[in-house]
Nanobody
Framework: QVRLVESGGDLVQPGGSLRLSCVGS????????VGWFRRAPGQGRPALSC????????YYENSVKGRFTISRDSAKNTVYLQMDSLEPEDTALYYC?????????????????????WGKGTVVTVSS
């Protein structure tokens, strides 16, 4: 059975850090681009950050550039999202999913879209 399971969500103060984990089971994440997405009340689930399948190159949405870092540990079949300098606006339900990356104008990824497999999410709350 193919599954993605997120963990690491918590209540944290503004300016704090969290590391989210996305563990794959039933398949190897190495063969997939993987992304982190979030949903706040009343909003969709835009991609925050994605990591490619062939060279681990990355994509970041503008609001998280310089604050979030995505990485992959193949031995653990896990993709991480290190989140620093958290802001109240980062409060949301965070999901990981397999993804498709697009770079229509050259070597830089410009878009990341969720693909076939989703986890159920982990809640991040940033509040004092």
């Amino acid at each position: 059975q193919v599954r993605l399971v997120e963990s690491g969500g918590d209540l944290v103060q503004p300016g704090g850090s969290l590391r989210l984990s996305c563990v794959g089971s039933g398949f190897s994440l190495d063969g997939y681009a993987v992304g982190w997405f979030r949903r706040a009340p009343g909003q969709g689930r835009p991609a925050l950050s994605c990591i490619s399948s062939h060279d681990d190159s990355t994509y970041y949405e503008n609001s998280v550039k310089g604050r979030f870092t995505i990485s992959r540990d193949s031995a653990k079949n896990t993709v991480y999202l290190q989140m620093d300098s958290l802001e109240p606006e980062d409060t949301a339900l965070y999901y990981c999913a397999t993804a498709t990356l697009y770079r229509p104008r050259g070597s830089t990824w410009e878009e990341c879209v969720a693909a076939d497999y989703w986890g159920k999410g982990t809640v991040v709350t940033v509040s004092s």
